[in-house]
């Protein structure tokens, strides 16, 4: 079984800062890419940023400049550091990681529980 637990969410106002992250733990093998999605109110969850093993990384449109994933391998952990941060950035969100659980094992995807961010004046 695997384990992703985000922490770091919270109420900002436009403008302010917000650090996430994601450790994942538990029976892991091998963790491919890793993600942050978000879900706003009334609205479908969407990709915010994602970066792969080897480090590269693609972002939303409506993030791009303000916001960057990384990862430390050594902690199969995930960050996003989010800037500028914009009242429609309001959401959960949500970790994702790809996860090879055992040598022969096909990767599957892994899900935390959710962190709010709040971006309100």
């Known amino acids: 079984q695997v384990q992703l637990v985000e922490s770091g969410g919270g109420s900002v106002q436009p403008g302010g800062s917000l650090r996430l992250s994601c450790a994942a733990s538990g029976s892991i093998f091998n963790i491919y890419g890793m993600g942050w999605y978000r879900q706003a109110p009334g609205k479908q969850r969407e990709l915010a940023a994602h970066?792969?093993?080897?480090?590269?990384?693609n972002y939303a449109d409506s993030v791009k400049g303000r916001f960057t994933i990384s990862r430390d391998n050594a902690k199969n952990t995930v960050y996003l550091q989010m800037n500028s941060l914009k009242p429609e950035d309001t959401a959960v969100y949500y970790c994702?990681?790809?996860?090879?659980?055992?040598?022969?094992?096909?990767?599957?995807?892994?899900w935390g529980q959710g962190t709010q961010v709040t971006v309100s004046s």
């Open positions: 970066i792969a093993l080897a480090g590269s990384t």
């Open positions: 994702n990681a790809q996860v090879q659980t055992t040598v022969l094992g096909v990767p599957y995807d892994y």
